[in-house]
C-alpha cells in the first residue's frame, strides 16, 4: 500500500501556492494530510503535484471587530486547547476535540478539514452551524465564501482548484452563548455516523448536523420551538421530530440525529 | 521514479540527511535507515502501530512524508531506551504485562510517554482515551491500562 | 519456576524496538513482491498482458501462473481425501478463472514495494464477468451458478451423522425449539500482516524461507512439495511474529510464490501483505448458519439436539482447507453438556468470497454460541433461571474421564463447584437485584453466562489428512551449566520464550535466567508443529518437561557416581569435559530430543465409530453484565468474570493476559466487527476505517480468577489460549439477549453491532 509517484513542492508563500495550483490542473494542496495520505496510500488520490503548505505563515488567532479568525494551519490540537478559541469559537474546541485522536489532531488542520468538505466531518458542520465564513486566495486576489455557500457535495466546495483557502472566520461567542457538539461514532476517534452542532444565545439559535446527508446541512429551523417557549418534554419533542424530518432519508441516521439533537439541547440548557 | 530530495532532520538526536522520493512516508524513510522499530500496522493512519514523536508530539508516521520533515526533530522508540536501560514507561509495561507480540507496543510506549508527559496523574478513563487510537490485538488493553496507570505513579514518585 | 509470575524474558527486546519482523530482514539486493489481485469477484480470464508493466521503472520481473510452472511450480491441493469432499487443486496464481475479488493473478517483482504496485497498474487482464455467488443459502439452490462447474453443485464438502436417536428423543420430548443462529464473517486482524521472504543459499542452493508463520515445519513440508526441493534442502524461520491468531496458520499460495520466485529470479524477494490485502485477501473466520432443533423437558434437561450447518467457505483454495473449523464445531456441538443423543449435517459451501479458515477458537465459538443461546431460551420459556438450567444440563461429576459417545474423553473436573464460584465472584444474586432495579429506572441491563468447556491440543490429521499429535523440543545442558531449549511451537506473543523457560528450570532445578529457549526455525528441530490449537503449553510444555526430567535424572545418576553432592554446573562440565569418567553404559552428553505425544486422541473413528480430537480439556466459567443504551445500542461492559481451569498454571500473568486479549477479540466479533460484501461480491471492509476492532474505550478488563485440576499429561497442562474468545461472544450475546427481553427483542445472531441492535429495538418498537 504506497503512494502512486507525485512531486512535492514545499511551499513558502501564498503566492507560490496559488502560482503552482494554476498552472497545473492536477496539482492539489497538502495540509496537515490526514485525509490526503490515506488516500494517497490507497490510491485514490493521484495528483501530480502535492504543493506541501504547512511552511506557510497561517495560523494567527485573533478576534478582530466580533469575529474570531483563525489561520488555515491551525491545528486541531491547538483549536482544541487555546484560550481564545475556548472563550470565543466554543464550538470550533468542541468539534476539534471530536476529531480523530491526538496524533491525528496534532497534524490535522482547521483549513484542512473544512476545505476537505467530507460530510461526516465535525469542523464543517461546527463552520456551518456558527454562519462562519471563510477566506481564500486566488489568482484574482482574496474573496470570502460565507459557510452557507461553501458546501456543495461530497467532498465538494465552492472554493476554486487554483485558490487556497487562508483563513476561517467565525462570530465571537457573546455573553449569552452557549455551545454543544454532540455525535454518536461507533468507536472513540471514528468518523461519526451523526453529529449535531448548536449555538443557542438569548436571541437565536442555528444548528447544523453532519453525517445525514452528502454535505453538512444547516437544520436551524428544527430548533425554531425553542425561541420564546420554555424547555419543556413538548418542546424537546418536537425540536426532535423536526430534526428527524430534516434528516430524512435514513432511518438510522435519522433517528440518531433526533436522539443527538436531544442531547445537544439538553448540555446548553 | 521522481527526482529524490535531499531532507536534513535530526532522528533520536542524531543528524541525518535522507535522500528520498517524494512519495515515501516518514514510516518507510526510518525503516530504511534501520530504525524498524516504528512498525507498519496498517499504512492508512488507522491502528498507530507506526507513531512516533515529531517536535516532541505523537504523529503516524504514515501520514507524514519524510520529504516535509526538513529541520525536524523525530523520536522513535529506539531514541527513547535500550534494553539495558529501559525507559521507566517501558519497565512499568513489563511490570504489568502490558506487551505480547510487541507490535503495537512501539507506538503505544510513545503514546503513553506523551500522554505522562501532559497529565503525570491520569486517571484510567484518560488513559483508555489517550490510548485509543492505538490498537492493541493481543493484550486486551488490561496489561496497557494498568502499566500506564502504574507508570503514572512511578514518573510521579521520581 | 512454574506457577510463578515470571516477567518475560522477551519484553526487553519488544519494548526498545529490537524485536525482529518479517519486514525486519533486509538484506543487500532484496527485491519486493507485489500482486495484480482480481477486481471482480467471479469472472473467466480471457488474457493477460504485462508488456507494460515490465517496462515499468524498477521492475525485475513480471510472472504468470505459466512463468511459475516453467520455474518448477506444481499444483497445490487440499490433500484431503475423506468422503463427502470434492477433489481440488489451483494454481499459485489463477489462471483462467478468478473467484474472488483479490485472487492473485500476476506477481510483479521490482526494486521496491512502491514501483511493485506502478507496474500492477500498468498490467492488462481481460476480464469476462461470470456471475457472482455470495450468499451460502442462495448457492445451495438448484440453478445457482457454480463455482466449479464440474462438480456439479457449490457444496465442497458435507458430512452427517445417523440422525435417529436424536430425532426419537426430540420427537418425545414435553418442548421442542427450533431456531436458526447466524455466526457472521470477521477475521483474525493480527497487527502485523502476514508475509514471507526467501534466498537461495548459494553455497547449497537449497532455499531459506523467513515466514511470518504458525507452523513453520508445516509450511516446510508445502513449499518443498509445491517447489519440488527435497525438505532437507528448505529451511523456514518464522521469526518474531506481529501475532497471529490462526491468520497465519495456513499455507498460502504467497508463501509459494516468494520460494518460487526466489529461485526462479535468483534474488532475495519479499512479500509483506498490506493491509488491505489482509482484509479481503488471505482469510476469513466463521461465517456458519445454524439450524437448530432441541428437545426438552418441564425441568430444562435437554434430551436431544440436532444442529444443521451451512458453512460459507469462500473460495476453497486454501491448504489445509477451510472445513477444518466447521468440524471441530461438529466435534463440540454439546461442549460440557450432557444433552443426550447429538446429530448433526454439515454441508460446507463454496462462494466467490475470500477464503474462509483459521481463526482463535476455530470452530468452537460456533458451536458454543449456539448452545448457550439454546439454554438460556429453555430458561426463558420455562421461567427457569439460566443458572438453574445450566446446572441440569452439565456433566455428571463421574466417571473421569467421561467418556462421551462420540468418542470424546473428557479429564474435567466437576462443572458445578466450579460454576458455584463465578457465581459468587461475581455476585450473581446482588445482579439480578441491579437487574431489576436499573429496570424500574428505564435502563437495560443484562447478564450473560458461559459454561464452557474446551477441547484443547488437538491432533491436526482430521483436518488435515496427516500431521499427527504430537510436539518435539531438544533440550541441553551445556558445559557451563547454561541451558538451551529449542521447540517446535512458535510464539506469536504467548510469552514461550518465558514459560518453557519455566518449565524447563523447574524440572531441572536451575534458576529461570540460565534457560534460553528458541523456536520457529526447521534448522534446529527435525520436525514441529507449531502453535495452534490451545497446544502449547500441553504438547510443547510436555515436551520440555519430558526432555529436561530426562536429563534431570541422568544428571541424578551422575552426581551419584561423582559422589560429594556437587553443583549443577559441575556436573555438567563433568558430562562434557570428564566423558571419561563417567561409568560406561552412560552416553556422554547433556542433550535430550523427545517428540511427545500424550496419546489420547483418535483422530480417525475406530471400530466403534468413535473420534477424540482432543489430547485434554479446560473448563472456563464466565459471566459478563452489561447496560445496553437502547438509543445509541452501545453496549458497556459492568463486569466480566471468568473462573478457569487450565489444569497446571505455568504463570498466571501470561494465562491472564491471554484470557485478557482472547476476551476482547471475542467481543470485538459480536460488537464490532464484521467483513462485508455488497451482492456483487465486491468487499466493503478493505481498510481499518471499516473493519473496527476494539480499541481501550471499548473495553474494561476481563477479572480472571484460577482453579487448578491438574491434567494426567506430563506436566498436567491443559490448553487456555482461545478459551476466552470462546466464551466471549456467547456470555456477551447472553447479557444483550436478557438486557433487551423486556423489550421484546430476541437475539439469535453474533452481530450485535450498535447500528445492529438499532435495527432490532426499531423493529420491535
Same mark, same amino acid.
Given at each position: 500500500m504506497k503512494p502512486p509517484p507525485f512531486e512535492l513542492l514545499l511551499a513558502t508563500s501564498v503566492a507560490e501556492v496559488v502560482g503552482a495550483l494554476a498552472a497545473d490542473d492536477g496539482a492539489k494542496v497538502l495540509a496537515g494530510g490526514q485525509s490526503l495520505v490515506p488516500l494517497l496510500a490507497l490510491r485514490l488520490a493521484r495528483p501530480t503535484v502535492l504543493v506541501d503548505v504547512n511552511g506557510l505563515d497561517l495560523a494567527g488567532i485573533e478576534v478582530v471587530d466580533g469575529e474570531v479568525r483563525i489561520g488555515a494551519l491551525v491545528r486541531h490540537r491547538r483549536l482544541e486547547r487555546d484560550a481564545t478559541v475556548r472563550a470565543s469559537a466554543p464550538l470550533l474546541a468542541q468539534a476539534a476535540a471530536l476529531v480523530g485522536h491526538p496524533a491525528i489532531r496534532h497534524r490535522g488542520t482547521l483549513g484542512g478539514s473544512i476545505a476537505h468538505a467530507d460530510p461526516v466531518a465535525e469542523l464543517p458542520a461546527a463552520l456551518l452551524a456558527l454562519g462562519g465564513s471563510v477566506v481564500v486566495e486566488g489568482p484574482d486576489g482574496r474573496r470570502t465564501i460565507r459557510a452557507n455557500q461553501l458546501f456543495e457535495g461530497f467532498l465538494t466546495t465552492s472554493i476554486s482548484p487554483d485558490e487556497l483557502l487562508v483563513e476561517v472566520r467565525v462570530p465571537a461567542a457573546g455573553p449569552s452563548t452557549r455551545t454543544a457538539f454532540c455525535e454518536w461514532a461507533p468507536r472513540v476517534g471514528d468518523f461519526a455516523v451523526a453529529g449535531v452542532a448548536l449555538v443557542l444565545d438569548d436571541s437565536s439559535v442555528r444548528a447544523a448536523v453532519c453525517g445525514v446527508a452528502t454535505r453538512p446541512v444547516d437544520i436551524s429551523d428544527a430548533f425554531a420551538p425553542l425561541m420564546g417557549a420554555p424547555l419543556s418534554d413538548a418542546v424537546v419533542a418536537e425540536v426532535a421530530a423536526r430534526v428527524r424530518a430534516a434528516c430524512a432519508g435514513d432511518d438510522d441516521r435519522a433517528e440518531l440525529a433526533a436522539l443527538l439533537a436531544v442531547r445537544a439541547l439538553r448540555e446548553v440548557a | 521514479m521522481t527526482a529524490l530530495i535531499e531532507t536534513a532532520l535530526s532522528v533520536n538526536g542524531e543528524r541525518r540527511i535522507l535522500d528520498v522520493e517524494p512519495r515515501t512516508t516518514l514510516l518507510d524513510a526510518l525503516r530504511g535507515i534501520g530504525l524498524t522499530g516504528t512498525h507498519a500496522g496498517c499504512e492508512h493512519g488507522a491502528c498507530g502501530a507506526c507513531t512516533v514523536l515529531l517536535d516532541g508530539e505523537t504523529v503516524r508516521s504514515c501520514l507524514v512524508l519524510a520529504g516535509q520533515c526538513g529541520g525536524r526533530e523525530v523520536t522513535t522508540i529506539e531514541g527513547l531506551g535500550t534494553p539495558d536501560a529501559l525507559h521507566p514507561v517501558m519497565e512499568s509495561f513489563r511490570r504489568c504485562h502490558g506487551l505480547q507480540c510487541g507490535f503495537c507496543t512501539p507506538g503505544m510506549v510513545l503514546t503513553a510517554v506523551e500522554l505522562l508527559d501532559e497529565n503525570p496523574s491520569p486517571t484510567e478513563a484518560e488513559v483508555r482515551e489517550a490510548l485509543s487510537g492505538n490498537i492493541c490485538r493481543c493484550t486486551g488493553y488490561a496489561g496497557i491500562v494498568a502499566a500506564v496507570l502504574d507508570a503514572s505513579s512511578s514518573v510521579v514518585s521520581e | 519456576m512454574i506457577g510463578d509470575r515470571v516477567l518475560r524474558k522477551e519484553d526487553a527486546r519488544f519494548l526498545t524496538g529490537r524485536g525482529r519482523y518479517l519486514a525486519d530482514h533486509d538484506v543487500p539486493g532484496l527485491c519486493h513482491i507485489a500482486l495484480v489481485r482480481s477486481p471482480i469477484a467471479h469472472a473467466r480470464v480471457r488474457s493477460v498482458d504485462v508488456t507494460e508493466a515490465l517496462l515499468s521503472p524498477g521492475v525485475v520481473g513480471v510472472f504468470t501462473q505459466a512463468d511459475l510452472e516453467a520455474g518448477g511450480a506444481r499444483p497445490m491441493t487440499h490433500r484431503l481425501s475423506m468422503p463427502g469432499i470434492q477433489p481440488l487443486s489451483w494454481g499459485v496464481l489463477a489462471t483462467d478463472t478468478v473467484r474472488f475479488v483479490g485472487e492473485p493473478i500476476v506477481a510483479v517483482v521490482a526494486t521496491s514495494r512502491a514501483e511493485a504496485e506502478d507496474a500492477c497498474e500498468l498490467v492488462e487482464v481481460d476480464y469476462e464477468p461470470l456471475p457472482a455467488m455470495v450468499d451460502p443459502r442462495a448457492a445451495l439452490e438448484p440453478g445457482a451458478p457454480l463455482l466449479y462447474p464440474e462438480w456439479g453443485t457449490n457444496v465442497f464438502f458435507t458430512a452427517a451423522s445417523p440422525a435417529g436417536q436424536a430425532d426419537a428423543a426430540i420427537a418425545t420430548a414435553p418442548h421442542v425449539l427450533t431456531e436458526r443462529v447466524s455466526h457472521h464473517r470477521i477475521q483474525a486482524l493480527p497487527?502485523?500482516?502476514? +508475509? !514471507?521472504? &526467501?534466498?537461495?543459499?548459494?553455497?547449497?542452493g537449497g532455499l531459506v524461507v523467513i515466514a511470518s508463520n504458525q507452523q513453520p515445519h508445516q509450511l516446510r513440508t508445502v513449499i518443498a512439495e509445491t517447489v519440488g526441493l527435497p525438505e532437507s534442502s528448505v529451511r523456514?524461520?518464522?521469526?518474531?511474529? %506481529? %501475532?497471529?491468531f490462526g491468520a497465519k496458520q495456513h499455507f498460502t499460495r504467497e508463501e509459494c510464490l516468494v520460494a518460487l520466485l526466489a529461485r526462479i529470479t535468483g534474488r532475495p524477494v519479499r512479500w509483506a501483505q498490506d493491509r488491505a490485502e489482509g482484509l479481503t485477501a488471505s482469510i476469513h473466520a466463521r461465517a456458519q448458519e445454524h439450524e437448530v432443533t432441541c428437545g426438552y423437558d418441564d425441568t430444562g434437561k435437554v434430551l436431544g439436539y440436532k444442529v444443521q450447518i451451512v458453512a460459507d467457505l469462500g473460495n476453497p483454495v486454501l491448504y489445509f482447507s477451510g472445513i477444518g473449523p466447521s468440524l471441530v464445531t461438529i466435534g463440540c456441538l454439546a461442549g460440557g453438556y450432557d444433552f443426550g443423543p447429538v446429530s448433526f449435517d454439515l454441508r460446507c459451501v463454496a462462494t466467490t468470497t475470500c477464503p474462509v479458515g483459521a481463526y482463535r477458537g476455530f470452530g468452537q465459538p460456533e458451536a458454543h454460541v449456539t448452545s448457550e443461546r439454546v439454554l438460556d431460551t429453555i430458561a426463558e420459556r420455562l421461567g427457569l433461571d439460566p443458572v438453574e438450567v445450566r446446572h441440569r444440563n452439565f456433566l455428571p461429576d463421574a466417571p473421569r474421564p467421561w467418556m462421551a459417545p462420540s468418542g470424546a474423553r473428557m479429564d474435567i473436573g466437576s462443572l458445578g463447584p466450579h460454576f458455584d464460584q463465578l457465581l459468587d465472584e461475581v455476585d450473581y444474586d446482588g445482579w439480578r437485584k441491579r437487574q431489576a432495579d436499573a429496570r424500574a429506572e428505564g435502563r437495560f441491563v443484562g447478564i450473560g453466562l458461559s459454561t464452557l468447556v474446551q477441547g484443547t491440543a488437538p491432533t491436526q490429521y482430521g483436518v488435515a489428512g496427516r500431521f499427527g499429535s504430537w510436539e518435539s523440543a531438544s533440550v541441553s545442558v551445556l558445559p557451563d551449566g547454561s541451558v538451551t531449549v529449542f521447540v517446535g511451537t512458535k510464539s506469536q506473543g504467548q510469552a514461550h520464550e518465558t514459560v518453557f523457560a519455566q518449565v524447563a528450570a523447574d524440572a531441572l532445578g536451575v534458576p529461570v535466567d540460565r534457560v534460553t529457549v528458541k523456536d520457529g526455525d526447521t &534448522? !534446529?528441530?527435525?520436525? +514441529?508443529?507449531?502453535?495452534? +490449537?490451545?497446544?502449547? &503449553?500441553?504438547?510443547? +510444555? %510436555?515436551?520440555?518437561?519430558? &526432555?529436561?526430567?530426562?536429563?534431570?535424572?541422568?544428571?541424578?545418576?551422575i552426581a551419584t557416581h561423582m559422589g560429594g553432592n556437587p553443583t549443577f554446573d559441575q556436573i555438567a562440565e563433568e558430562v562434557w569435559w570428564h566423558a571419561h569418567r563417567l561409568p560406561h553404559h552412560l552416553e556422554p552428553g547433556l542433550t535430550s530430543t523427545v517428540v511427545y505425544t500424550p496419546g489420547n486422541t483418535i483422530p480417525v473413528p475406530d471400530a466403534a465409530g468413535k473420534t477424540n480430537f482432543e489430547e485434554t480439556y479446560g473448563a472456563h466459567m464466565t459471566c459478563v453484565v452489561v447496560e445496553v443504551d437502547v438509543d445509541t445500542g452501545d453496549v458497556e461492559l459492568l463486569d466480566a468474570v471468568l473462573v478457569s481451569d487450565c489444569g497446571r498454571v505455568i504463570n498466571p500473568m501470561v494465562v491472564e493476559g491471554q484470557h485478557q486479549g482472547a476476551f476482547v477479540q471475542g467481543l470485538g466479533n459480536v460488537l464490532h466487527e464484521e467483513i462485508r460484501y455488497d451482492d456483487e461480491g465486491q468487499p466493503l471492509t478493505a481498510t481499518l476505517i471499516d473493519y473496527t476492532p476494539p480499541l481501550a474505550t471499548d473495553v474494561r478488563d476481563l477479572r480472571v480468577l484460577h482453579r487448578e485440576k491438574p491434567s494426567e499429561n506430563a506436566g498436567g497442562f491443559r490448553g487456555m489460549g482461545e478459551a476466552a474468545i470462546i466464551a466471549a461472544p456467547a456470555a456477551i450475546a447472553g447479557a444483550v439477549a436478557d438486557a433487551l427481553r423486556p423489550l421484546g427483542v430476541e437475539v439469535w445472531s453474533t452481530r450485535l453491532h450498535p447500528h445492529h441492535l438499532r435495527a432490532l429495538l426499531r423493529a420491535a418498537r
Amino acid at each position: 500500500m504506497k503512494p502512486p509517484p507525485f512531486e512535492l513542492l514545499l511551499a513558502t508563500s501564498v503566492a507560490e501556492v496559488v502560482g503552482a495550483l494554476a498552472a497545473d490542473d492536477g496539482a492539489k494542496v497538502l495540509a496537515g494530510g490526514q485525509s490526503l495520505v490515506p488516500l494517497l496510500a490507497l490510491r485514490l488520490a493521484r495528483p501530480t503535484v502535492l504543493v506541501d503548505v504547512n511552511g506557510l505563515d497561517l495560523a494567527g488567532i485573533e478576534v478582530v471587530d466580533g469575529e474570531v479568525r483563525i489561520g488555515a494551519l491551525v491545528r486541531h490540537r491547538r483549536l482544541e486547547r487555546d484560550a481564545t478559541v475556548r472563550a470565543s469559537a466554543p464550538l470550533l474546541a468542541q468539534a476539534a476535540a471530536l476529531v480523530g485522536h491526538p496524533a491525528i489532531r496534532h497534524r490535522g488542520t482547521l483549513g484542512g478539514s473544512i476545505a476537505h468538505a467530507d460530510p461526516v466531518a465535525e469542523l464543517p458542520a461546527a463552520l456551518l452551524a456558527l454562519g462562519g465564513s471563510v477566506v481564500v486566495e486566488g489568482p484574482d486576489g482574496r474573496r470570502t465564501i460565507r459557510a452557507n455557500q461553501l458546501f456543495e457535495g461530497f467532498l465538494t466546495t465552492s472554493i476554486s482548484p487554483d485558490e487556497l483557502l487562508v483563513e476561517v472566520r467565525v462570530p465571537a461567542a457573546g455573553p449569552s452563548t452557549r455551545t454543544a457538539f454532540c455525535e454518536w461514532a461507533p468507536r472513540v476517534g471514528d468518523f461519526a455516523v451523526a453529529g449535531v452542532a448548536l449555538v443557542l444565545d438569548d436571541s437565536s439559535v442555528r444548528a447544523a448536523v453532519c453525517g445525514v446527508a452528502t454535505r453538512p446541512v444547516d437544520i436551524s429551523d428544527a430548533f425554531a420551538p425553542l425561541m420564546g417557549a420554555p424547555l419543556s418534554d413538548a418542546v424537546v419533542a418536537e425540536v426532535a421530530a423536526r430534526v428527524r424530518a430534516a434528516c430524512a432519508g435514513d432511518d438510522d441516521r435519522a433517528e440518531l440525529a433526533a436522539l443527538l439533537a436531544v442531547r445537544a439541547l439538553r448540555e446548553v440548557a | 521514479m521522481t527526482a529524490l530530495i535531499e531532507t536534513a532532520l535530526s532522528v533520536n538526536g542524531e543528524r541525518r540527511i535522507l535522500d528520498v522520493e517524494p512519495r515515501t512516508t516518514l514510516l518507510d524513510a526510518l525503516r530504511g535507515i534501520g530504525l524498524t522499530g516504528t512498525h507498519a500496522g496498517c499504512e492508512h493512519g488507522a491502528c498507530g502501530a507506526c507513531t512516533v514523536l515529531l517536535d516532541g508530539e505523537t504523529v503516524r508516521s504514515c501520514l507524514v512524508l519524510a520529504g516535509q520533515c526538513g529541520g525536524r526533530e523525530v523520536t522513535t522508540i529506539e531514541g527513547l531506551g535500550t534494553p539495558d536501560a529501559l525507559h521507566p514507561v517501558m519497565e512499568s509495561f513489563r511490570r504489568c504485562h502490558g506487551l505480547q507480540c510487541g507490535f503495537c507496543t512501539p507506538g503505544m510506549v510513545l503514546t503513553a510517554v506523551e500522554l505522562l508527559d501532559e497529565n503525570p496523574s491520569p486517571t484510567e478513563a484518560e488513559v483508555r482515551e489517550a490510548l485509543s487510537g492505538n490498537i492493541c490485538r493481543c493484550t486486551g488493553y488490561a496489561g496497557i491500562v494498568a502499566a500506564v496507570l502504574d507508570a503514572s505513579s512511578s514518573v510521579v514518585s521520581e | 519456576m512454574i506457577g510463578d509470575r515470571v516477567l518475560r524474558k522477551e519484553d526487553a527486546r519488544f519494548l526498545t524496538g529490537r524485536g525482529r519482523y518479517l519486514a525486519d530482514h533486509d538484506v543487500p539486493g532484496l527485491c519486493h513482491i507485489a500482486l495484480v489481485r482480481s477486481p471482480i469477484a467471479h469472472a473467466r480470464v480471457r488474457s493477460v498482458d504485462v508488456t507494460e508493466a515490465l517496462l515499468s521503472p524498477g521492475v525485475v520481473g513480471v510472472f504468470t501462473q505459466a512463468d511459475l510452472e516453467a520455474g518448477g511450480a506444481r499444483p497445490m491441493t487440499h490433500r484431503l481425501s475423506m468422503p463427502g469432499i470434492q477433489p481440488l487443486s489451483w494454481g499459485v496464481l489463477a489462471t483462467d478463472t478468478v473467484r474472488f475479488v483479490g485472487e492473485p493473478i500476476v506477481a510483479v517483482v521490482a526494486t521496491s514495494r512502491a514501483e511493485a504496485e506502478d507496474a500492477c497498474e500498468l498490467v492488462e487482464v481481460d476480464y469476462e464477468p461470470l456471475p457472482a455467488m455470495v450468499d451460502p443459502r442462495a448457492a445451495l439452490e438448484p440453478g445457482a451458478p457454480l463455482l466449479y462447474p464440474e462438480w456439479g453443485t457449490n457444496v465442497f464438502f458435507t458430512a452427517a451423522s445417523p440422525a435417529g436417536q436424536a430425532d426419537a428423543a426430540i420427537a418425545t420430548a414435553p418442548h421442542v425449539l427450533t431456531e436458526r443462529v447466524s455466526h457472521h464473517r470477521i477475521q483474525a486482524l493480527p497487527l502485523e500482516g502476514h +508475509g !514471507a521472504q &526467501a534466498s537461495v543459499d548459494p553455497q547449497t542452493g537449497g532455499l531459506v524461507v523467513i515466514a511470518s508463520n504458525q507452523q513453520p515445519h508445516q509450511l516446510r513440508t508445502v513449499i518443498a512439495e509445491t517447489v519440488g526441493l527435497p525438505e532437507s534442502s528448505v529451511r523456514v524461520i518464522a521469526p518474531d511474529m %506481529g %501475532g497471529g491468531f490462526g491468520a497465519k496458520q495456513h499455507f498460502t499460495r504467497e508463501e509459494c510464490l516468494v520460494a518460487l520466485l526466489a529461485r526462479i529470479t535468483g534474488r532475495p524477494v519479499r512479500w509483506a501483505q498490506d493491509r488491505a490485502e489482509g482484509l479481503t485477501a488471505s482469510i476469513h473466520a466463521r461465517a456458519q448458519e445454524h439450524e437448530v432443533t432441541c428437545g426438552y423437558d418441564d425441568t430444562g434437561k435437554v434430551l436431544g439436539y440436532k444442529v444443521q450447518i451451512v458453512a460459507d467457505l469462500g473460495n476453497p483454495v486454501l491448504y489445509f482447507s477451510g472445513i477444518g473449523p466447521s468440524l471441530v464445531t461438529i466435534g463440540c456441538l454439546a461442549g460440557g453438556y450432557d444433552f443426550g443423543p447429538v446429530s448433526f449435517d454439515l454441508r460446507c459451501v463454496a462462494t466467490t468470497t475470500c477464503p474462509v479458515g483459521a481463526y482463535r477458537g476455530f470452530g468452537q465459538p460456533e458451536a458454543h454460541v449456539t448452545s448457550e443461546r439454546v439454554l438460556d431460551t429453555i430458561a426463558e420459556r420455562l421461567g427457569l433461571d439460566p443458572v438453574e438450567v445450566r446446572h441440569r444440563n452439565f456433566l455428571p461429576d463421574a466417571p473421569r474421564p467421561w467418556m462421551a459417545p462420540s468418542g470424546a474423553r473428557m479429564d474435567i473436573g466437576s462443572l458445578g463447584p466450579h460454576f458455584d464460584q463465578l457465581l459468587d465472584e461475581v455476585d450473581y444474586d446482588g445482579w439480578r437485584k441491579r437487574q431489576a432495579d436499573a429496570r424500574a429506572e428505564g435502563r437495560f441491563v443484562g447478564i450473560g453466562l458461559s459454561t464452557l468447556v474446551q477441547g484443547t491440543a488437538p491432533t491436526q490429521y482430521g483436518v488435515a489428512g496427516r500431521f499427527g499429535s504430537w510436539e518435539s523440543a531438544s533440550v541441553s545442558v551445556l558445559p557451563d551449566g547454561s541451558v538451551t531449549v529449542f521447540v517446535g511451537t512458535k510464539s506469536q506473543g504467548q510469552a514461550h520464550e518465558t514459560v518453557f523457560a519455566q518449565v524447563a528450570a523447574d524440572a531441572l532445578g536451575v534458576p529461570v535466567d540460565r534457560v534460553t529457549v528458541k523456536d520457529g526455525d526447521t &534448522a !534446529a528441530l527435525p520436525y +514441529g508443529m507449531g502453535t495452534w +490449537g490451545s497446544r502449547s &503449553a500441553v504438547m510443547g +510444555g %510436555g515436551a520440555v518437561v519430558t &526432555a529436561s526430567t530426562r536429563l534431570r535424572e541422568k544428571m541424578d545418576l551422575i552426581a551419584t557416581h561423582m559422589g560429594g553432592n556437587p553443583t549443577f554446573d559441575q556436573i555438567a562440565e563433568e558430562v562434557w569435559w570428564h566423558a571419561h569418567r563417567l561409568p560406561h553404559h552412560l552416553e556422554p552428553g547433556l542433550t535430550s530430543t523427545v517428540v511427545y505425544t500424550p496419546g489420547n486422541t483418535i483422530p480417525v473413528p475406530d471400530a466403534a465409530g468413535k473420534t477424540n480430537f482432543e489430547e485434554t480439556y479446560g473448563a472456563h466459567m464466565t459471566c459478563v453484565v452489561v447496560e445496553v443504551d437502547v438509543d445509541t445500542g452501545d453496549v458497556e461492559l459492568l463486569d466480566a468474570v471468568l473462573v478457569s481451569d487450565c489444569g497446571r498454571v505455568i504463570n498466571p500473568m501470561v494465562v491472564e493476559g491471554q484470557h485478557q486479549g482472547a476476551f476482547v477479540q471475542g467481543l470485538g466479533n459480536v460488537l464490532h466487527e464484521e467483513i462485508r460484501y455488497d451482492d456483487e461480491g465486491q468487499p466493503l471492509t478493505a481498510t481499518l476505517i471499516d473493519y473496527t476492532p476494539p480499541l481501550a474505550t471499548d473495553v474494561r478488563d476481563l477479572r480472571v480468577l484460577h482453579r487448578e485440576k491438574p491434567s494426567e499429561n506430563a506436566g498436567g497442562f491443559r490448553g487456555m489460549g482461545e478459551a476466552a474468545i470462546i466464551a466471549a461472544p456467547a456470555a456477551i450475546a447472553g447479557a444483550v439477549a436478557d438486557a433487551l427481553r423486556p423489550l421484546g427483542v430476541e437475539v439469535w445472531s453474533t452481530r450485535l453491532h450498535p447500528h445492529h441492535l438499532r435495527a432490532l429495538l426499531r423493529a420491535a418498537r
